[in-house]
């Protein structure tokens, strides 16, 4: 037998009084939920739907629909972490591990060139930039919010700050001349950090579109679209 739309929109309250906030969770839960009633009634046509519903919580062990949670969010965590590493370690192949190179060059070359205090203003000008850059992407697409999908993808933007902290103390060292094969180490090392950091920005970046791109195609499939 099929449920009817309100027994499956009271399945899915059902869910949300159970403290699962993601609608895409809600929605993998419902699938499996509903199927199960379903097998139930029909198996007993003289058992009530509430009776169907409450069962067939049960027969989820101790941690009730938990378990179907953490596999989404466990699945959902692999996909894109797959998906950022690919992006991150593709600009390190050919088609852009010279763009790559001369990056770096040319941070190191910016600080030969400038005093160190003057090349941490546009560094600390950089950054400022770059959370400004953060903090419209997170007001705009804020309404993705409410996907697990969304929340997995956009994870990598949060490890930001321990590039940031890292580099700065490695700036903040940058006056001390030691060189390795000619080159000044301090320099070098400021290059690789913000060169690296650049990198994994915009792999993180990329990432959380994609994330953002599942969950509109998520909405559209759940008709949430305002």
Known sequence: MNLTKEQLAYIRSFIQQKGFKY??????????????????METDPDLKFEDALNETHKAFGPDGFAVIQNSVVNGLKKKYSRFFWQSFLNYFRYKHILLVLFLGFFVY??????????????????????????????FKDSIYKQYMSYKSAVSFLTLLGSFLVITNLAISRSNQVLTIFSLNRSFLIVSVLITLF?????????????????????????????
């Open 23 to 40: 609608i895409d969770v809600q929605m993998e839960i419902l699938d499996h939920v509903a199927s199960a009633v379903e097998e139930k």
């Open 198 to 226: 650049i990198v994994y920005f915009i792999a993180a970046l990329k990432t959380a579109k994609a994330g953002m791109r599942e969950s509109k195609q998520l909405m559209d499939k759940y008709k949430l679209v305002v």
């Open 109 to 138: 070359k910016l600080q030969e060139i400038m005093s160190n205090n003057a090349f941490y203003i546009i560094y600390i000008a950089g950054m400022f930039s770059v959370f400004g850059l953060l903090l419209l992407y997170n």
